[in-house]
């Protein structure tokens, strides 16, 4: 019997192991794209051609102040350090000047970027030459309200976007395991909303009534009839962005797809690339699923690497392993994460996140659904085995640990073995 090696990204590292040939059923790495080769050239090209909306150029006035969205550090993969100063530029060129530009990060109900991150995030050249902010849901007294959506969600957004001449929403799509996917009106919501519009809008991922859980609707790959989807579109639509830049990674992380122009069809585009670079259709489930996040950012902390949990589980047989390679050098983030687990059951924990919803609750309900459905096992530094076992984890701190629990575990000599490298991305469709 001969063995097949892996080296599979972890942190900003990699991690390596062998498994027997002939357990190998599946290696899900999706349709790689080439990268695009002069971005520079590429992305001015996209805003001077945009998807139903004039070119950027004609949209922007001179005098006219303008605020960018920008992902934050947890969404690094999306470059902004490259495209962020082309963007700028361009701006300047059709005669908006540096003081009337703010950077505004989106970071929802996340932590503040540290000056450092934004650093990282936009480059220290921009962040000398425009302003650039951390949106804070919590600033109630630098909220402006709107309105309220057909769900009754009240919606109020950062005074910085409110008051904007113009709104540019720059951001990533890949899927998403609870909005379908990312990108598009997530730069609004939870974007640059307030945190009352986050946790109203963000309910419609729970299930009907107590003890549902989690709204089996509002998953990976679903838009239509998804409500949480529905009703962020309903509350991005109260900002009307002028102006939308989104970007598709490929398999390695580089840029591949630049959508640009109206703020609804041009993601909605986006999103079909997703789906053909990302979506990978299965015969059948496997008895062990070991799946990277594909390295830092996407493996910063637990609460980030549950979507590739969740992409894992639909790899897997009910009731078999997941092995999911994430370092979480920032395990703890957000803060409140960890607190759901001290409720006693998971019927209190639900009860407690329906009555103050924020999204660290909805993952830690989820958290435990997968736990539900499985053994999962997490490859992660030592310091934080024991706080992933508090949120249903087997935590060990080597690959070796790992497939020595998942075999013992399986319930089978020869277990069916599905690798995952790109597991934050990899979304495996199984053929019914």
């Known amino acids: 019997m001969t063995d097949r090696h892996f080296e599979l990204k972890i942190g900003k590292g990699t991690a390596s192991f062998s498994i027997p040939r ?4 599946y290696e899900l790495v999706g349709k790689n794209r080439t990268p695009t080769e002069d971005l520079a050239k590429a992305y001015r090209h996209a805003l001077a051609h945009p998807i139903d909306s004039p070119p950027l150029s004609e949209i922007v006035n001179p005098g006219e102040t303008i605020a960018i969205t ?64 951390n949106h804070n849901a919590w600033d109630t007294d630098n909220m402006v309200y709107y309105g309220k959506t ?27 395991y609870m909005v379908g996917y990312g990108g598009g009106r997530k730069s609004i919501m939870p974007g640059v909303s307030s945190l009352k519009t986050i946790q109203q809008s963000h309910m419609w991922a729970m299930g009907k009534s107590l003890g549902h859980g989690s709204n089996p609707l509002a998953a990976n790959m679903k838009t239509a009839g998804n409500p949480a ?27 591949t797809g630049i959508f640009t122009g109206n703020w609804i069809s041009a993601w909605q585009q986006a999103t079909k690339l997703v789906a053909e670079i990302f979506g990978v259709t299965i015969q059948e489930q496997a008895d062990i699923v070991i799946a990277s996040a594909g390295g830092y950012p996407k493996d910063i902390n637990l609460y980030q690497s549950q979507k590739t949990i969740d992409n894992a589980v639909y790899a897997m047989k009910p009731g078999g392993i997941a092995i999911i390679l994430a370092e979480c050098p920032d395990i703890k983030e957000p803060n409140e994460f960890f607190d759901w687990f001290h409720y006693p059951t998971a019927f209190d924990m ?3 996140v329906r009555e103050n919803f924020l999204i660290s609750g909805w993952v830690a309900v989820r958290q435990l659904e997968y736990a539900n459905l499985g053994h ?57």
């Open 376 to 432: 999962i096992i997490l490859v992660t530094q030592e310091k934080n085995i024991e706080l992933a076992q508090s949120a249903g984890v087997q935590g060990v701190a080597t690959m070796e640990e790992a497939l020595a629990i998942a075999y013992e575990k399986c319930g089978t000599n020869s277990p069916k073995i599905t690798i995952m490298p790109q597991g934050a991305n990899t979304f495996p469709i199984l053929k019914t």
């Open 70 to 133: 920008v992902s934050d550090i947890t969404r690094v993969w999306q470059h902004n350090e490259l495209t962020l100063p082309i963007l700028i530029d361009y701006l300047n060129e059709a005669g908006i000047a540096d003081k009337d530009i703010t950077v505004i990060i989106a970071v929802g109900a996340h932590r503040q970027n540290t000056a450092e991150e934004l650093a990282e995030l936009c480059t220290k050249a921009i962040c000398k030459r425009v302003r650039v902010i």
């Open 350 to 352: 639900e009860k407690a």
């Open 229 to 255: 989807h529905e009703d962020m579109m309903e509350v991005a639509a109260f900002l009307k962005p002028d102006f939308i830049i989104n970007v598709v990674p490929n398999l390695d992380g580089d840029i």
């Open 22 to 25: 002939e357990h190998l059923l």
């Open 150 to 176: 057909s769900r009754e969600t009240e919606v109020s957004f950062n005074r910085i976007v409110a008051e904007a001449d113009r709104v540019i929403l720059t951001g990533g799509v890949i899927y998403h």
